[in-house]
C-alpha cells in the first residue's frame, strides 16, 4: 500500500517548501523506501510553460515532455528519480481536465461543481502516481494557506486521510519563526496563526517544520508543540543552512525522518537510515570551499540575470560539476544587453570593456526565447571562440553560436535566427517547415527526450563516453539542413545528429578548448552526485584557464 505525505506552507511563500519536501524525500530514499513526488500548483495557467521566468523562475522538462513547475527540479536532483508530467497538476489543468468531461457529458447531467468534482480531480492526480512500485507520494501543496486558490486543494487533502486511512497519510506544515531584533527573541505567534488557518480547513498537521535562521530552542518547540497540539519531537527546526545539499542531514538531525516512518508505520527494523552516500557528497561539498580549493569564475550571460532561478538548472549544474572537480564555482552574472553595449561600430568589443569577459574562465550561454540581448550572447560567444575561453552554449546558446560562426568565419554576413530576424539573408536557425503554426505556438516546440548520435571521436562523445546519448528539449527553432555543408566546410563540427541526421544537436570546434553547443538542455540532468558530463567537462577545461590565468590587471577606473 503506497502512504501519502503532503506539505503545505504557512506565513510566507519562499521559505523552501520545495527543498524540505526533496529533502524528505531524500531522507526516505535513503530508509530503502521507493519515493515519487509531486506538485499541484494553485495558479490558473494550464502549465507553468507560458510563464515569464522573470515572474516564476525556469520552466523545468521532464523526459515525456512536461513543462514543469521548477520544484521538480529540486526533487529529481534530491531523490535521484526522473519524474514525469504528471507530478505537476496547476489549477488550470484540473479545471481544463473537468470541464472536458463536462462537456464529453461524463457527469451525466449533474452539476459540476468544486466539491466533489475538482477535488476528485485533484485527489486523482495524486492517486495517479501511487503503485506497487511506489511506497510514498510526496505531495507538495504550492502557495501558503490562507491564499484564495489554495482552497480546493487543502479540501482534497483533507479528504484524502478519510479514503486512504489514517495511518497511510502525513501532513508536514512548514511555517517561519522569525527573530525579532527589537525584544531578541523568536515569535511562534505566525506559527500558531498558520497552523489555527490550516485547521480551519479540519488539517491537523502532524509534523510542524519551522523555518529560522537561527535554531529553536527546546523551550520554543515545546510552546509550539502546545499551542499546536503536537508531540514535542514532531516540531522540528529547519535552520537555514550553508548549502541546500545540507538540508536533509539538517531534518535527519531533528529527526523528521524518524517520526514520519512511526506515523507512516514503517517497520524501523527493515527501513534504517543509510545515510553515506550523501554524507560523502557533503565532504565533497564543503571541499570546494576550503582555503585551498580551486576556483573558477563562470560567465552566465543571460537575459534574467537579476533572477537567478530563471537558470536554477543551470547553476545547480556548474555547482555539480563544481563538487565533481572539488572546485568552488563562482557564478557572475552578465546581463546579455550589456555585452551588446561593448559593442562598438558595428560588431567589434570595444576593447575598454572586455576585461569584464576576459576575467572569466568559462562562459555559459543558456536558453532563451525571444531576447533582444541576443547580439550580446552572439558577442560572448564570438569572444569565447577567439580567445580560447571555454564555452557551453544550451539550447539558445547552440542557436547563437552557429550564428556567430556563419557571421564571422563561414562568411554570411548578418546570419540570424528567424526568431530575431525574420528576413535574414542566411536564416541559419529556423523553423523546420512542418513546424510552422503560427496559432497554436506551444504545439510546435519540440518538448522532451530525443536521441542524439555522437560522431565517434568527438568531445562530446568522450565527455559522454557514449556515442547515444538522449537528452531533454525545449525549443521551437533549429539549424538548418541546408547550411549544414557549407557551416562544416568552415570548420564547425556537427558532433551529435538527430538519428535521420536532420537536427544538429551538438557543434563543436576541433581547434579550442571546450567551445560546445547543445540544442538541448543537458542541465535538467545534472545531479549532485553525478555531473552532467558536458557541464563537467566544461569545468574541467574552465579550470585549466583558471590555473593558467595570468593576474588581473585592474582598470584604473575601478579603483575609484
Ligand atoms: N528560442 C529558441 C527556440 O525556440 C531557443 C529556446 C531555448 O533556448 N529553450 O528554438
Not at 214 to 242: G, M, T
Not at 384 to 396: F, I, K, M, S, T
Not at 406 to 412: E, K, S, Y
Request: contains cysteine.
Amino acid at each position: 500500500m503506497t502512504k501519502f505525505i503532503f506539505v503545505t506552507g504557512g506565513v510566507s511563500s519562499s521559505l523552501g517548501k520545495g527543498l524540505t519536501a526533496s529533502s524528505l524525500g531524500r531522507l526516505l530514499k535513503c530508509r530503502g523506501l521507493r519515493v515519487t513526488m509531486c506538485k499541484l500548483d494553485p495558479y490558473i495557467n494550464v502549465d507553468p510553460g507560458t510563464l515569464n521566468p522573470f515572474e516564476h523562475g525556469e520552466v523545468f522538462v521532464t523526459d515525456d515532455g512536461g513543462e514543469t513547475d521548477l520544484d521538480l527540479g529540486h526533487y529529481e536532483r534530491f531523490i535521484d528519480e526522473n519524474l514525469r508530467r504528471s507530478s505537476n497538476a496547476t489549477t488550470g489543468s484540473i479545471y481544463s481536465a473537468v470541464i472536458s468531461k463536462e462537456r464529453r457529458g461524463d457527469y451525466l447531467g449533474r452539476t459540476v461543481q468544486v466539491i466533489p468534482h475538482v477535488t476528485d480531480e485533484i485527489k486523482e492526480r495524486v492517486h495517479q502516481l501511487a503503485s506497487d512500485g511506489i511506497d510514498v507520494v510526496i505531495t507538495e501543496v504550492g502557495g501558503t494557506v490562507g491564499d484564495i486558490e489554495i482552497v480546493p486543494f487543502l479540501e482534497a487533502i483533507r479528504q484524502f486521510r478519510r479514503d486512504v486511512g489514517r495511518e497511510n497519510v502525513c501532513y508536514v506544515h512548514l511555517t517561519l519563526v522569525p527573530y525579532l531584533a527589537p525584544s531578541g527573541e523568536q515569535k511562534t505567534k505566525p506559527t500558531q496563526h498558520s497552523v489555527t488557518e490550516l485547521r480551519s480547513r479540519g488539517i491537523q498537521p502532524d509534523v510542524i517544520v519551522c523555518r529560522s535562521d537561527q535554531a529553536i530552542s527546546p523551550a520554543l518547540k515545546r510552546k509550539i508543540s502546545l499551542l499546536c497540539d503536537v508531540p514535542i519531537e514532531a516540531v522540528v527546526s529547519a535552520v537555514d543552512a550553508h548549502s541546500i545539499y545540507e538540508i536533509p542531514l539538517v531534518l535527519h538531525g531533528e529527526g523528521l525522518d524518524d517520526y514520519i516512518c512511526k506515523i507512516l508505520q514503517f517497520d524501523p527494523t527493515e527501513h534504517v537510515a543509510d545515510l553515506g552516500g550523501w554524507r560523502d557528497l557533503l565532504h565533497r561539498v564543503g571541499a570546494t570551499e576550503t582555503e585551498g580549493a580551486p576556483r573558477v569564475r563562470i560567465g552566465v550571460i543571460g537575459k534574467y540575470v537579476n533572477l537567478p532561478d530563471a537558470y536554477l538548472s543551470v547553476v545547480e549544474a556548474l555547482r555539480h560539476a563544481g563538487f565533481y572537480h572539488g572546485a568552488g564555482v563562482e557564478i557572475v552574472w552578465v546581463q546579455a544587453e550589456d555585452v551588446s553595449e561593448m559593442l562598438v561600430a558595428g560588431d567589434v568589443l570595444d576593447p575598454n570593456e572586455l576585461h569584464g569577459l576576459r576575467d572569466l574562465d568559462g562562459i555559459v550561454i543558456p536558453g532563451g526565447f525571444g531576447e533582444r540581448g541576443v547580439e550580446g550572447k552572439i558577442a560572448a560567444a564570438r569572444f569565447a571562440r577567439e580567445n580560447g575561453v571555454p564555452c557551453l552554449g544550451l539550447c539558445l546558446g547552440l542557436q547563437v553560436m552557429v550564428i556567430e560562426f556563419a557571421r564571422h568565419v563561414a562568411g554570411m554576413d548578418g546570419a540570424h535566427t528567424t526568431e530575431l530576424d525574420p528576413c535574414t539573408a542566411y536564416p541559419v536557425i529556423d523553423l523546420m517547415g512542418d513546424q510552422v503554426d503560427v496559432v497554436n505556438k506551444g504545439g510546435t516546440m519540440r518538448l522532451g527526450s530525443y536521441v542524439a548520435h555522437l560522431k565517434p571521436g568527438s568531445r562530446v562523445a568522450s565527455a559522454y563516453g557514449q556515442e547515444v546519448v538522449s537528452e531533454r528539449h525545449r525549443h521551437r527553432y533549429e539549424v538548418q539542413p541546408r547550411f549544414h555543408s557549407k557551416l562544416s566546410e568552415a570548420g564547425i563540427v556537427w558532433s551529435g545528429m538527430s538519428p535521420d541526421g536532420r537536427l544538429v544537436e551538438m557543434v563543436e570546434l576541433d581547434d579550442h578548448p571546450f567551445w560546445v553547443g547543445t540544442q538541448a538542455h543537458p542541465e535538467f540532468k545534472s545531479r549532485p552526485d553525478s555531473p552532467h558530463p558536458l557541464f563537467r567537462e566544461f569545468l574541467a577545461a574552465a579550470l585549466v584557464r583558471a590555473e593558467g590565468r595570468a593576474p588581473r590587471i585592474l582598470d584604473p577606473r575601478e579603483f575609484d
